[in-house]
Protein backbone atom coordinates (compact mmCIF):
# COMPACT_ATOMS: atom_id res chain seq x y z
CA UNK A 1 0.00 0.00 0.00
CA UNK A 2 1.21 3.40 -0.85
CA UNK A 3 -0.11 5.24 2.33
CA UNK A 4 0.11 2.40 5.11
CA UNK A 5 -0.12 5.04 7.79
CA UNK A 6 -3.05 7.34 6.35
CA UNK A 7 -4.63 3.51 6.14
CA UNK A 8 -4.05 2.34 9.42
CA UNK A 9 -6.85 1.93 11.92
CA UNK A 10 -6.85 4.19 14.92
CA UNK A 11 -8.76 2.98 18.40
CA UNK A 12 -10.65 5.91 19.79
CA UNK A 13 -12.04 5.29 22.99
CA UNK A 14 -14.33 2.27 22.07
CA UNK A 15 -14.51 2.25 18.20
CA UNK A 16 -12.16 1.72 15.61
CA UNK A 17 -11.87 3.84 12.66
CA UNK A 18 -10.52 2.13 9.44
CA UNK A 19 -7.93 4.94 8.69
CA UNK A 20 -6.91 7.82 9.80
CA UNK A 21 -8.67 10.54 7.44
CA UNK A 22 -11.73 12.33 8.90
CA UNK A 23 -14.06 14.33 6.64
CA UNK A 24 -14.79 17.41 8.42
CA UNK A 25 -18.65 18.86 8.52
CA UNK A 26 -18.16 21.03 5.14
CA UNK A 27 -21.48 21.01 2.45
CA UNK A 28 -24.49 19.10 2.82
CA UNK A 29 -23.92 15.89 1.05
CA UNK A 30 -22.16 13.06 3.78
CA UNK A 31 -22.77 10.22 2.05
CA UNK A 32 -20.20 10.87 -1.04
CA UNK A 33 -17.56 11.17 2.13
CA UNK A 34 -18.07 7.99 3.67
CA UNK A 35 -18.47 6.24 0.07
CA UNK A 36 -15.55 8.22 -0.93
CA UNK A 37 -13.42 6.10 1.86
CA UNK A 38 -13.13 8.71 4.68
CA UNK A 39 -12.86 6.40 8.00
CA UNK A 40 -14.72 9.22 10.12
CA UNK A 41 -17.18 11.29 8.86
CA UNK A 42 -18.77 14.29 10.83
CA UNK A 43 -22.17 14.51 9.17
CA UNK A 44 -23.08 17.76 9.54
CA UNK A 45 -23.85 20.03 12.93
CA UNK A 46 -26.49 20.18 15.79
CA UNK A 47 -27.30 23.32 17.86
CA UNK A 48 -27.53 23.36 21.53
CA UNK A 49 -30.02 26.22 22.11
CA UNK A 50 -32.46 26.32 19.59
CA UNK A 51 -33.43 30.36 18.96
CA UNK A 52 -30.10 31.26 20.90
CA UNK A 53 -26.76 29.19 18.91
CA UNK A 54 -27.31 28.80 15.19
CA UNK A 55 -25.25 30.76 12.70
CA UNK A 56 -27.72 30.81 9.99
CA UNK A 57 -30.86 31.49 11.42
CA UNK A 58 -32.81 31.51 14.74
CA UNK A 59 -34.89 29.41 13.22
CA UNK A 60 -32.92 26.50 13.04
CA UNK A 61 -34.79 23.34 14.43
CA UNK A 62 -32.84 21.31 16.92
CA UNK A 63 -32.05 18.11 14.71
CA UNK A 64 -32.81 15.84 17.70
CA UNK A 65 -36.75 17.41 18.10
CA UNK A 66 -39.18 15.20 17.01
CA UNK A 67 -39.95 16.14 13.65
CA UNK A 68 -36.08 16.23 12.71
CA UNK A 69 -35.12 12.68 14.01
CA UNK A 70 -35.35 10.55 10.78
CA UNK A 71 -33.85 13.24 8.75
CA UNK A 72 -30.78 13.09 11.61
CA UNK A 73 -30.83 9.48 11.87
CA UNK A 74 -30.50 9.22 7.85
CA UNK A 75 -27.24 11.13 7.96
CA UNK A 76 -26.07 8.31 10.46
CA UNK A 77 -26.86 5.87 8.40
CA UNK A 78 -25.37 7.21 4.84
CA UNK A 79 -22.57 7.28 6.40
CA UNK A 80 -22.26 3.59 7.74
CA UNK A 81 -23.15 2.48 4.48
CA UNK A 82 -19.24 2.21 3.79
CA UNK A 83 -18.29 1.23 7.07
CA UNK A 84 -17.11 4.64 7.96
CA UNK A 85 -17.87 6.13 11.49
CA UNK A 86 -20.30 8.59 11.87
CA UNK A 87 -20.14 11.73 13.81
CA UNK A 88 -21.65 14.69 14.68
CA UNK A 89 -20.36 18.42 15.04
CA UNK A 90 -22.18 20.16 18.48
CA UNK A 91 -22.55 24.12 18.32
CA UNK A 92 -22.86 26.97 20.22
CA UNK A 93 -22.23 30.28 18.41
CA UNK A 94 -22.64 32.71 21.64
CA UNK A 95 -22.42 36.17 21.64
CA UNK A 96 -22.60 35.85 17.16
CA UNK A 97 -25.83 33.52 16.66
CA UNK A 98 -28.40 34.31 14.85
CA UNK A 99 -30.93 34.20 17.67
CA UNK A 100 -34.75 35.25 18.63
CA UNK A 101 -34.44 37.60 21.08
CA UNK A 102 -31.41 37.76 22.91
CA UNK A 103 -27.66 36.08 22.14
CA UNK A 104 -25.21 34.65 25.27
CA UNK A 105 -21.51 35.75 25.57
CA UNK A 106 -19.11 35.85 28.18
CA UNK A 107 -19.91 40.09 28.88
CA UNK A 108 -23.14 42.16 28.21
CA UNK A 109 -22.71 44.25 24.90
CA UNK A 110 -24.91 45.44 21.98
CA UNK A 111 -24.00 44.06 18.58
CA UNK A 112 -23.32 46.02 15.95
CA UNK A 113 -26.48 44.60 14.20
CA UNK A 114 -28.79 45.93 17.16
CA UNK A 115 -28.42 42.98 18.88
CA UNK A 116 -28.39 42.68 22.77
CA UNK A 117 -25.37 40.11 24.24
CA UNK A 118 -26.37 39.09 27.95
CA UNK A 119 -23.05 38.17 29.56
CA UNK A 120 -24.05 34.92 31.19
CA UNK A 121 -24.40 34.59 34.77
CA UNK A 122 -23.28 31.26 36.68
CA UNK A 123 -27.26 29.55 36.02
CA UNK A 124 -26.75 30.52 32.35
CA UNK A 125 -23.25 28.76 32.27
CA UNK A 126 -24.73 25.57 33.99
CA UNK A 127 -28.04 25.80 31.87
CA UNK A 128 -26.06 26.11 28.64
CA UNK A 129 -23.37 23.02 30.01
CA UNK A 130 -26.70 20.96 30.41
CA UNK A 131 -27.67 21.89 27.23
CA UNK A 132 -25.03 20.81 25.47
CA UNK A 133 -24.94 17.37 27.68
CA UNK A 134 -28.63 16.77 26.41
CA UNK A 135 -27.74 17.39 22.47
CA UNK A 136 -24.85 14.83 22.68
CA UNK A 137 -26.98 12.65 25.03
CA UNK A 138 -29.45 12.74 21.90
CA UNK A 139 -26.65 12.32 19.16
CA UNK A 140 -25.58 9.16 21.58
CA UNK A 141 -29.10 7.48 21.56
CA UNK A 142 -30.00 8.05 18.01
CA UNK A 143 -26.92 5.81 16.71
CA UNK A 144 -23.88 8.45 16.67
CA UNK A 145 -20.63 6.56 16.91
CA UNK A 146 -18.96 9.64 18.67
CA UNK A 147 -19.46 13.64 18.56
CA UNK A 148 -17.62 16.83 17.83
CA UNK A 149 -17.61 19.42 20.13
CA UNK A 150 -16.68 22.81 18.62
CA UNK A 151 -14.73 24.94 20.78
CA UNK A 152 -12.31 26.44 17.86
CA UNK A 153 -13.52 29.11 15.35
CA UNK A 154 -14.75 32.21 17.88
CA UNK A 155 -17.80 30.37 18.81
CA UNK A 156 -18.94 30.34 22.47
CA UNK A 157 -16.46 28.30 24.44
CA UNK A 158 -14.02 29.70 22.27
CA UNK A 159 -15.69 33.50 23.23
CA UNK A 160 -14.50 32.48 27.15
CA UNK A 161 -10.96 31.13 26.28
CA UNK A 162 -10.08 34.53 24.42
CA UNK A 163 -9.34 37.59 26.27
CA UNK A 164 -10.66 39.27 22.85
CA UNK A 165 -13.97 38.58 23.81
CA UNK A 166 -13.73 37.68 27.62
CA UNK A 167 -13.75 40.95 29.36
CA UNK A 168 -14.61 39.47 33.20
CA UNK A 169 -13.23 40.43 36.24
CA UNK A 170 -15.10 38.17 38.51
CA UNK A 171 -13.72 34.67 38.38
CA UNK A 172 -14.87 33.57 34.89
CA UNK A 173 -12.62 36.15 32.95
CA UNK A 174 -8.59 37.41 33.55
CA UNK A 175 -6.21 34.45 33.96
CA UNK A 176 -6.35 31.27 31.98
CA UNK A 177 -7.57 29.42 35.11
CA UNK A 178 -10.66 32.02 34.82
CA UNK A 179 -11.51 31.92 31.49
CA UNK A 180 -11.36 28.22 30.93
CA UNK A 181 -13.71 27.72 33.89
CA UNK A 182 -16.73 27.69 31.57
CA UNK A 183 -15.32 25.58 28.71
CA UNK A 184 -14.20 22.82 31.42
CA UNK A 185 -17.83 23.09 32.68
CA UNK A 186 -18.92 22.11 29.32
CA UNK A 187 -16.69 18.96 28.60
CA UNK A 188 -17.15 18.16 32.39
CA UNK A 189 -20.89 18.28 32.23
CA UNK A 190 -20.81 16.06 28.94
CA UNK A 191 -18.72 13.54 30.15
CA UNK A 192 -20.47 13.12 32.77
CA UNK A 193 -24.10 12.73 30.95
CA UNK A 194 -22.45 10.21 28.43
CA UNK A 195 -20.02 8.32 30.83
CA UNK A 196 -16.64 7.03 29.87
CA UNK A 197 -17.03 4.70 26.72
CA UNK A 198 -18.61 7.25 24.55
CA UNK A 199 -15.95 8.84 22.48
CA UNK A 200 -15.82 12.57 22.61
CA UNK A 201 -13.56 14.78 20.36
CA UNK A 202 -13.13 18.53 20.35
CA UNK A 203 -12.08 20.91 17.93
CA UNK A 204 -10.25 23.83 18.51
CA UNK A 205 -8.05 26.67 17.00
CA UNK A 206 -4.69 26.64 18.19
CA UNK A 207 -3.91 30.69 17.16
CA UNK A 208 -7.12 32.96 15.99
CA UNK A 209 -4.95 34.86 14.03
CA UNK A 210 -6.54 38.48 15.19
CA UNK A 211 -5.20 40.76 17.39
CA UNK A 212 -5.20 40.17 21.54
CA UNK A 213 -7.47 37.12 20.84
CA UNK A 214 -5.97 33.87 22.80
CA UNK A 215 -2.38 32.74 22.75
CA UNK A 216 -1.03 29.04 21.21
CA UNK A 217 0.21 28.81 25.22
CA UNK A 218 -3.02 29.15 26.55
CA UNK A 219 -4.72 26.81 24.22
CA UNK A 220 -2.36 23.91 24.98
CA UNK A 221 -2.54 24.43 28.96
CA UNK A 222 -6.18 24.47 28.14
CA UNK A 223 -6.33 21.27 26.01
CA UNK A 224 -4.16 19.31 28.93
CA UNK A 225 -6.56 20.20 31.37
CA UNK A 226 -9.60 19.30 29.11
CA UNK A 227 -7.70 16.02 28.12
CA UNK A 228 -9.46 13.85 30.93
CA UNK A 229 -12.72 14.22 29.44
CA UNK A 230 -11.82 13.73 25.73
CA UNK A 231 -10.90 10.88 23.42
CA UNK A 232 -9.22 13.01 20.67
CA UNK A 233 -8.60 16.63 20.34
CA UNK A 234 -8.79 18.11 16.51
CA UNK A 235 -6.44 21.20 15.54
CA UNK A 236 -7.51 23.99 13.63
CA UNK A 237 -6.64 27.62 13.55
CA UNK A 238 -8.77 31.03 12.82
CA UNK A 239 -11.79 31.92 13.19
CA UNK A 240 -15.42 31.63 11.52
CA UNK A 241 -16.67 35.57 12.88
CA UNK A 242 -14.57 38.49 11.03
CA UNK A 243 -12.70 38.01 7.64
CA UNK A 244 -9.47 38.63 8.87
CA UNK A 245 -9.28 35.34 10.95
CA UNK A 246 -11.22 33.48 8.33
CA UNK A 247 -8.81 32.95 5.66
CA UNK A 248 -6.91 31.32 8.20
CA UNK A 249 -9.76 28.94 9.35
CA UNK A 250 -9.99 28.10 5.63
CA UNK A 251 -6.46 29.45 3.95
CA UNK A 252 -6.66 31.00 0.45
CA UNK A 253 -4.19 29.71 -1.83
CA UNK A 254 -1.47 32.51 -0.35
CA UNK A 255 -0.76 29.86 2.56
CA UNK A 256 1.20 26.81 2.86
CA UNK A 257 0.18 23.40 2.91
CA UNK A 258 -0.55 22.18 6.20
CA UNK A 259 -0.35 24.99 8.27
CA UNK A 260 -1.30 23.85 11.35
CA UNK A 261 0.50 20.93 11.39
CA UNK A 262 3.45 22.74 13.97
CA UNK A 263 0.26 23.32 16.18
CA UNK A 264 -0.61 19.65 16.38
CA UNK A 265 2.47 18.17 16.89
CA UNK A 266 3.15 20.39 19.72
CA UNK A 267 -0.17 19.20 21.21
CA UNK A 268 0.92 15.90 20.72
CA UNK A 269 3.80 16.07 22.80
CA UNK A 270 1.40 17.02 25.39
CA UNK A 271 -1.30 14.66 25.39
CA UNK A 272 -1.93 11.13 25.32
CA UNK A 273 -5.15 11.43 23.37
CA UNK A 274 -4.64 10.84 19.41
CA UNK A 275 -4.66 13.78 17.69
CA UNK A 276 -5.92 15.67 14.40
CA UNK A 277 -5.00 18.23 12.05
CA UNK A 278 -7.20 19.78 9.85
CA UNK A 279 -6.08 22.78 7.14
CA UNK A 280 -4.84 22.15 3.63
CA UNK A 281 -4.13 18.66 3.60
CA UNK A 282 -4.08 18.35 0.28
CA UNK A 283 -2.59 14.86 -0.65
CA UNK A 284 -2.32 11.70 0.48
CA UNK A 285 1.45 12.13 0.68
CA UNK A 286 1.40 14.99 2.72
CA UNK A 287 -1.25 13.14 5.01
CA UNK A 288 1.51 10.15 5.07
CA UNK A 289 4.38 12.30 6.29
CA UNK A 290 2.16 14.03 9.17
CA UNK A 291 1.39 10.51 10.73
CA UNK A 292 4.95 9.15 10.26
CA UNK A 293 6.90 12.12 11.43
CA UNK A 294 4.82 11.67 14.50
CA UNK A 295 2.96 15.35 14.10
CA UNK A 296 -0.24 14.10 14.25
CA UNK A 297 -2.38 10.85 14.41
CA UNK A 298 -5.27 11.38 11.91
CA UNK A 299 -5.70 14.35 9.06
CA UNK A 300 -9.08 15.83 8.49
CA UNK A 301 -10.33 17.18 4.80
CA UNK A 302 -12.60 19.75 4.28
CA UNK A 303 -12.31 21.21 0.93
CA UNK A 304 -9.91 18.64 -0.45
CA UNK A 305 -13.19 16.08 -0.07
CA UNK A 306 -15.63 18.61 -1.58
CA UNK A 307 -13.02 18.94 -5.38
CA UNK A 308 -13.07 15.06 -4.84
CA UNK A 309 -15.17 12.69 -2.26
CA UNK A 310 -13.41 9.81 -4.04
CA UNK A 311 -9.95 11.25 -2.34
CA UNK A 312 -9.71 8.71 -0.10
CA UNK A 313 -10.21 5.59 -2.21
CA UNK A 314 -8.18 6.64 -5.04
CA UNK A 315 -5.37 6.78 -2.42
CA UNK A 316 -5.90 3.51 -1.22
CA UNK A 317 -6.14 1.87 -3.88
CA UNK A 318 -3.00 3.13 -5.55
CA UNK A 319 -4.90 5.86 -7.74
CA UNK A 320 -3.64 8.97 -6.24
CA UNK A 321 -2.77 10.56 -9.54
CA UNK A 322 -6.19 10.30 -10.42
CA UNK A 323 -7.36 12.89 -7.15
CA UNK A 324 -8.93 15.68 -8.43
CA UNK A 325 -6.86 18.73 -6.46
CA UNK A 326 -8.58 21.38 -4.81
CA UNK A 327 -7.48 24.95 -5.90
CA UNK A 328 -8.50 26.43 -2.99
CA UNK A 329 -10.48 29.09 -4.43
CA UNK A 330 -13.07 28.87 -1.65
CA UNK A 331 -15.59 29.34 -3.63
CA UNK A 332 -17.45 26.43 -1.74
CA UNK A 333 -17.50 28.91 1.34
CA UNK A 334 -20.36 31.12 1.28
CA UNK A 335 -19.08 33.69 2.82
CA UNK A 336 -16.56 34.37 0.45
CA UNK A 337 -19.31 35.25 -2.15
CA UNK A 338 -22.41 35.98 -0.32
CA UNK A 339 -23.87 33.56 -1.09
CA UNK A 340 -24.17 34.71 -4.60
CA UNK A 341 -22.18 32.06 -6.54
CA UNK A 342 -21.41 29.31 -4.52
CA UNK A 343 -19.52 26.43 -5.86
CA UNK A 344 -16.44 24.32 -6.17
CA UNK A 345 -14.16 25.26 -9.46
CA UNK A 346 -13.02 21.42 -10.12
CA UNK A 347 -15.87 19.61 -8.88
CA UNK A 348 -19.33 20.93 -11.10
CA UNK A 349 -21.68 18.77 -8.93
CA UNK A 350 -20.66 20.50 -5.76
CA UNK A 351 -23.41 22.39 -4.18
CA UNK A 352 -25.40 21.07 -7.79
CA UNK A 353 -25.94 17.58 -6.53
CA UNK A 354 -30.00 17.97 -7.19
CA UNK A 355 -29.15 17.85 -11.12
CA UNK A 356 -25.84 17.11 -12.06
CA UNK A 357 -25.02 13.13 -11.33
CA UNK A 358 -21.74 11.55 -9.64
CA UNK A 359 -21.93 9.27 -12.67
CA UNK A 360 -21.80 10.06 -16.37
CA UNK A 361 -24.18 7.52 -18.13
CA UNK A 362 -22.97 6.41 -21.34
CA UNK A 363 -24.66 8.16 -24.76
CA UNK A 364 -27.33 6.11 -26.44
CA UNK A 365 -26.30 8.28 -29.21
CA UNK A 366 -22.54 8.45 -29.78
CA UNK A 367 -21.98 11.12 -31.99
CA UNK A 368 -18.73 13.40 -32.95
CA UNK A 369 -17.97 16.74 -30.75
CA UNK A 370 -15.26 19.08 -32.11
CA UNK A 371 -13.95 21.26 -28.75
CA UNK A 372 -11.86 24.70 -30.09
CA UNK A 373 -9.98 25.24 -27.31
CA UNK A 374 -7.88 23.22 -24.62
CA UNK A 375 -8.31 25.44 -21.38
CA UNK A 376 -10.20 24.12 -18.55
CA UNK A 377 -13.67 24.31 -20.33
CA UNK A 378 -12.49 22.88 -23.38
CA UNK A 379 -10.96 19.93 -21.90
CA UNK A 380 -13.20 19.61 -19.15
CA UNK A 381 -16.40 19.08 -21.95
CA UNK A 382 -13.81 17.13 -24.44
CA UNK A 383 -13.06 14.53 -21.17
CA UNK A 384 -16.76 14.38 -20.25
CA UNK A 385 -18.14 13.72 -23.47
CA UNK A 386 -15.74 11.13 -24.53
CA UNK A 387 -15.94 9.50 -21.26
CA UNK A 388 -19.82 9.32 -22.49
CA UNK A 389 -19.01 7.84 -25.68
CA UNK A 390 -19.01 10.09 -28.40
CA UNK A 391 -15.94 10.53 -30.71
CA UNK A 392 -13.66 13.72 -29.42
CA UNK A 393 -11.49 15.95 -31.36
CA UNK A 394 -9.64 18.69 -29.72
CA UNK A 395 -8.13 22.01 -31.11
CA UNK A 396 -5.66 24.01 -29.61
CA UNK A 397 -3.63 26.82 -31.33
CA UNK A 398 -0.69 26.89 -28.76
CA UNK A 399 1.52 24.11 -28.19
CA UNK A 400 0.26 23.35 -24.96
CA UNK A 401 -3.07 22.58 -23.07
CA UNK A 402 -4.29 24.60 -20.74
CA UNK A 403 -5.34 28.10 -21.69
CA UNK A 404 -4.64 30.84 -19.48
CA UNK A 405 -3.79 28.07 -16.65
CA UNK A 406 0.16 27.72 -18.71
CA UNK A 407 0.87 30.89 -17.21
CA UNK A 408 -1.06 30.82 -14.08
CA UNK A 409 0.40 28.03 -13.02
CA UNK A 410 3.29 29.41 -13.15
CA UNK A 411 3.09 31.83 -10.57
CA UNK A 412 4.47 31.30 -7.01
CA UNK A 413 0.45 31.12 -5.06
CA UNK A 414 -0.59 29.18 -7.52
CA UNK A 415 1.05 25.87 -7.07
CA UNK A 416 -2.67 24.37 -6.51
CA UNK A 417 -3.90 25.68 -9.91
CA UNK A 418 -0.59 23.60 -11.29
CA UNK A 419 -1.41 20.52 -9.34
CA UNK A 420 -4.93 20.95 -11.25
CA UNK A 421 -3.09 21.89 -14.70
CA UNK A 422 -1.35 18.47 -14.49
CA UNK A 423 -4.13 16.98 -13.26
CA UNK A 424 -5.85 17.85 -16.24
CA UNK A 425 -2.71 16.97 -18.11
CA UNK A 426 -2.79 13.64 -17.33
CA UNK A 427 -6.61 12.67 -17.69
CA UNK A 428 -6.38 14.45 -21.67
CA UNK A 429 -3.48 11.76 -21.99
CA UNK A 430 -5.21 8.85 -20.83
CA UNK A 431 -8.44 9.47 -22.67
CA UNK A 432 -9.62 8.87 -25.73
CA UNK A 433 -9.73 12.46 -27.19
CA UNK A 434 -7.94 13.22 -30.20
CA UNK A 435 -6.15 16.37 -29.27
CA UNK A 436 -4.46 18.50 -32.49
CA UNK A 437 -1.85 21.16 -30.74
CA UNK A 438 -0.39 23.94 -32.43
CA UNK A 439 -3.50 24.14 -34.88
CA UNK A 440 -5.51 27.44 -34.89
CA UNK A 441 -9.12 26.11 -36.00
CA UNK A 442 -10.93 28.74 -38.05
CA UNK A 443 -15.14 27.92 -39.06
CA UNK A 444 -14.18 26.43 -42.48
CA UNK A 445 -11.56 24.15 -40.89
CA UNK A 446 -14.11 22.84 -38.46
CA UNK A 447 -16.99 22.52 -40.94
CA UNK A 448 -14.63 20.01 -42.69
CA UNK A 449 -14.91 17.78 -39.88
CA UNK A 450 -18.47 17.71 -40.14
CA UNK A 451 -19.38 17.26 -36.08
CA UNK A 452 -22.61 16.94 -34.83
CA UNK A 453 -21.41 18.55 -31.36
CA UNK A 454 -19.38 21.63 -31.29
CA UNK A 455 -17.84 23.06 -28.29
CA UNK A 456 -16.52 27.15 -28.24
CA UNK A 457 -13.80 27.56 -25.74
CA UNK A 458 -12.03 30.30 -27.61
CA UNK A 459 -11.01 32.37 -24.90
CA UNK A 460 -10.25 35.92 -24.20
CA UNK A 461 -7.09 37.97 -25.00
CA UNK A 462 -5.37 40.99 -22.79
CA UNK A 463 -6.57 44.55 -23.36
CA UNK A 464 -4.36 46.80 -24.76
CA UNK A 465 -5.15 50.39 -22.99
CA UNK A 466 -4.80 53.12 -25.70
CA UNK A 467 -1.93 54.44 -23.76
CA UNK A 468 0.67 56.58 -25.82
CA UNK A 469 4.23 53.90 -25.72
CA UNK A 470 2.44 50.38 -24.93
CA UNK A 471 4.45 49.31 -28.24
CA UNK A 472 7.86 49.67 -26.86
CA UNK A 473 9.86 46.74 -25.58
CA UNK A 474 9.70 46.87 -22.60
CA UNK A 475 6.28 47.05 -22.00
CA UNK A 476 4.18 43.53 -21.22
CA UNK A 477 1.24 42.04 -20.92
CA UNK A 478 0.93 39.53 -17.68
CA UNK A 479 1.16 36.83 -19.59
CA UNK A 480 4.34 38.11 -20.88
CA UNK A 481 5.82 38.69 -17.59
CA UNK A 482 5.30 36.11 -16.21
CA UNK A 483 7.44 33.99 -19.34
CA UNK A 484 9.63 36.56 -18.77
CA UNK A 485 10.09 36.91 -15.07
CA UNK A 486 13.25 36.74 -14.70
CA UNK A 487 14.40 39.67 -17.42
CA UNK A 488 11.93 42.20 -15.24
CA UNK A 489 13.64 45.11 -14.18
CA UNK A 490 14.13 46.60 -10.28
CA UNK A 491 11.33 49.68 -11.23
CA UNK A 492 8.21 47.93 -11.96
CA UNK A 493 4.69 49.78 -12.43
CA UNK A 494 1.57 47.50 -13.38
CA UNK A 495 -0.82 49.39 -14.87
CA UNK A 496 -4.66 47.41 -13.14
CA UNK A 497 -4.85 45.47 -9.90
CA UNK A 498 -7.10 42.80 -10.38
CA UNK A 499 -5.96 39.68 -9.70
CA UNK A 500 -3.43 38.84 -12.54
CA UNK A 501 -1.69 42.82 -12.39
CA UNK A 502 -2.17 42.19 -8.28
CA UNK A 503 -0.33 38.81 -7.82
CA UNK A 504 2.66 39.55 -10.32
CA UNK A 505 3.34 43.11 -8.27
CA UNK A 506 3.30 40.77 -4.83
CA UNK A 507 5.33 37.96 -6.37
CA UNK A 508 7.81 40.74 -7.62
CA UNK A 509 8.20 42.60 -4.70
CA UNK A 510 8.23 39.79 -2.09
CA UNK A 511 9.72 37.20 -3.78
CA UNK A 512 12.59 39.03 -5.74
CA UNK A 513 13.01 42.23 -4.18
CA UNK A 514 11.55 44.40 -7.20
CA UNK A 515 10.04 48.09 -6.36
CA UNK A 516 6.79 47.86 -7.72
CA UNK A 517 3.92 50.38 -8.38
CA UNK A 518 0.64 49.27 -9.42
CA UNK A 519 -1.85 51.75 -10.84
CA UNK A 520 -5.37 51.87 -11.14
CA UNK A 521 -8.80 54.06 -11.35
CA UNK A 522 -10.39 52.21 -8.16
CA UNK A 523 -9.88 52.12 -4.76
CA UNK A 524 -9.08 48.37 -4.14
CA UNK A 525 -7.18 45.60 -5.48
CA UNK A 526 -9.02 42.14 -6.97
CA UNK A 527 -12.69 43.68 -6.64
CA UNK A 528 -14.43 41.22 -8.97
CA UNK A 529 -12.92 38.54 -6.79
CA UNK A 530 -14.44 36.60 -3.56
CA UNK A 531 -14.12 38.40 -0.23
CA UNK A 532 -11.78 35.91 1.24
CA UNK A 533 -9.41 35.49 -2.04
CA UNK A 534 -8.98 39.77 -1.44
CA UNK A 535 -8.12 39.34 2.11
CA UNK A 536 -5.86 36.34 2.18
CA UNK A 537 -4.06 38.81 -0.68
CA UNK A 538 -4.56 41.96 1.32
CA UNK A 539 -2.97 40.30 4.57
CA UNK A 540 0.10 39.14 2.38
CA UNK A 541 0.10 43.07 0.51
CA UNK A 542 0.38 44.34 3.96
CA UNK A 543 3.41 42.83 4.30
CA UNK A 544 5.56 43.63 0.80
CA UNK A 545 7.07 46.47 1.77
CA UNK A 546 8.30 47.16 -1.59
CA UNK A 547 4.96 47.06 -3.03
CA UNK A 548 2.63 50.78 -3.31
CA UNK A 549 -0.34 51.64 -4.85
CA UNK A 550 -1.41 54.82 -6.71
CA UNK A 551 -5.42 54.71 -6.53
CA UNK A 552 -7.92 56.92 -8.71
CA UNK A 553 -5.11 57.46 -10.93
CA UNK A 554 -4.64 56.89 -14.52
CA UNK A 555 -1.49 56.61 -16.64
CA UNK A 556 -1.43 59.43 -19.42
CA UNK A 557 2.03 58.20 -21.03
CA UNK A 558 4.70 55.56 -20.74
CA UNK A 559 8.39 56.49 -22.02
CA UNK A 560 11.51 54.39 -22.41
CA UNK A 561 12.32 54.67 -18.39
CA UNK A 562 9.09 56.19 -16.92
CA UNK A 563 5.00 56.60 -16.70
CA UNK A 564 3.32 59.68 -16.32
CA UNK A 565 0.57 59.06 -14.47
CA UNK A 566 -2.15 61.73 -13.07
CA UNK A 567 -4.47 61.41 -9.81
CA UNK A 568 -8.19 62.09 -9.46
CA UNK A 569 -7.56 65.87 -8.39
CA UNK A 570 -5.45 66.55 -12.03
CA UNK A 571 -1.52 65.57 -9.46
CA UNK A 572 0.86 64.08 -12.03
CA UNK A 573 3.39 61.97 -11.30
CA UNK A 574 6.08 60.20 -13.00
CA UNK A 575 6.82 57.06 -11.72
CA UNK A 576 10.24 55.70 -12.38
CA UNK A 577 9.71 51.98 -14.92
CA UNK A 578 12.23 49.62 -16.10
CA UNK A 579 8.92 47.49 -17.40
CA UNK A 580 5.94 48.42 -17.25
CA UNK A 581 3.34 45.46 -16.72
CA UNK A 582 -0.27 46.07 -18.56
CA UNK A 583 -3.08 44.53 -16.42
CA UNK A 584 -6.26 46.00 -17.89
CA UNK A 585 -8.15 42.65 -18.05
CA UNK A 586 -9.24 40.56 -20.45
CA UNK A 587 -11.71 40.66 -24.00
CA UNK A 588 -13.81 37.77 -24.79
CA UNK A 589 -13.39 35.97 -28.04
CA UNK A 590 -16.56 36.23 -28.29
CA UNK A 591 -17.20 37.27 -32.28
CA UNK A 592 -14.82 34.90 -32.91
CA UNK A 593 -17.15 32.46 -31.08
CA UNK A 594 -20.23 33.73 -32.70
CA UNK A 595 -18.84 32.78 -36.24
CA UNK A 596 -18.90 29.46 -36.03
CA UNK A 597 -22.45 29.43 -35.26
CA UNK A 598 -24.43 27.59 -38.37
CA UNK A 599 -22.45 24.25 -38.37
CA UNK A 600 -24.44 22.44 -36.45
CA UNK A 601 -27.47 23.11 -34.07
CA UNK A 602 -25.16 21.29 -31.18
CA UNK A 603 -23.25 24.47 -30.30
CA UNK A 604 -22.48 26.44 -27.21
CA UNK A 605 -19.70 28.18 -25.56
CA UNK A 606 -17.86 28.00 -22.49
CA UNK A 607 -15.57 29.96 -20.39
CA UNK A 608 -13.84 32.84 -21.15
CA UNK A 609 -15.32 33.59 -24.69
CA UNK A 610 -18.98 33.82 -22.80
CA UNK A 611 -17.01 36.73 -20.65
CA UNK A 612 -13.87 36.36 -18.50
CA UNK A 613 -14.68 34.56 -15.34
CA UNK A 614 -13.54 32.31 -12.79
CA UNK A 615 -12.27 28.37 -13.91
CA UNK A 616 -15.32 26.84 -12.18
CA UNK A 617 -17.75 28.94 -14.60
CA UNK A 618 -15.48 27.20 -17.30
CA UNK A 619 -15.24 23.73 -16.01
CA UNK A 620 -18.90 23.52 -15.15
CA UNK A 621 -19.85 24.79 -18.38
CA UNK A 622 -17.88 22.51 -20.03
CA UNK A 623 -18.94 19.33 -18.01
CA UNK A 624 -22.46 19.95 -17.89
CA UNK A 625 -22.73 20.46 -21.40
CA UNK A 626 -21.34 17.48 -22.66
CA UNK A 627 -23.28 15.26 -19.89
CA UNK A 628 -26.33 16.36 -21.46
CA UNK A 629 -25.44 16.29 -25.30
Not at 127 to 136: D, F, I, S
Request: glycine fraction near 8%.
Amino acid sequence: MDFPRLFSPLRINGVMTKNRIVATPTGEVFEEKALGGAGIVVAGHAIVEPGRSSYSSAEEPDAFSKYEREDTRRRILQVRQAGALASIEIFHGGEFARVRDFARGPVSHMRADGTEVRGMTEQDMDEVAALYAKTVVEARDLGFDMVLLHFGHGWLPAQFLSPRNNHRTDEFGGSLENRERFPLHILRTVREAVGPSFPLDMRISAIEWVPDSVEFDDVLTFITHAEQYLDTVHISAGLDIGIEGNVHAATTNFEEHTPNAVWAARVKQAVRIPVSVVGAVMTPQEGEDLIASGMADMVALGRPLIADPDWPRKAQEGRADEIVPCVRCLQCYHIATDRRNVGCSVNPRYSNESFVPKTLTITRRPRHMVVVGGGPGGMTAALAASARGHRVTLFEKARELGGLMRYISREHYKQDIKSYHEYLGRRMAASNVEVNLGVEASPASVAEWEPDILVLALGARPVIPRIPGTDLPHVLTGVDAIEREDEIGQHVVVLGSGSVGAEIGLELATLHGKDVTIVDRGTTFARRNNSLYREGLRQKIAAARTLSFRWQSRCERIAPDHVVIRGEDGTAEELPADHVILSAGMRPLSEQAHSYYGITPETAMVGDCVRPRIIMDAVFEGHTFAMNV
